[in-house]
């Protein structure tokens, strides 16, 4: 599977590269920004506990449905 997955991307013109790179950047993003708010003790923005572990796994599920909804586009 891995080896066909680089296979498509071997294939992928420049600019779908690109848009790959930036893909996973976005997930990564996302998925890193909710981690933050759930684990960060001292974060800059006045929500309660509760608040913020509720934004972070919205983040965090947000981030895999981008994540799985680009790569069900990129298996073409």
Known sequence: MLKQLLDNIKKKSLK???LLV???FFFLMYF???LAIIF???LPIAMEYKYRVAFGILL???SFIRFV???NSNTD
């Open 60 to 62: 965090i599920v947000y």
């Open 22 to 24: 930036l893909g996973m």
């Open 40 to 42: 960060w003790k001292t």
């Open 16 to 18: 779908e590269r690109f």
């Open 32 to 34: 890193v920004i909710g």
């Open 69 to 71: 909804r680009f790569f």
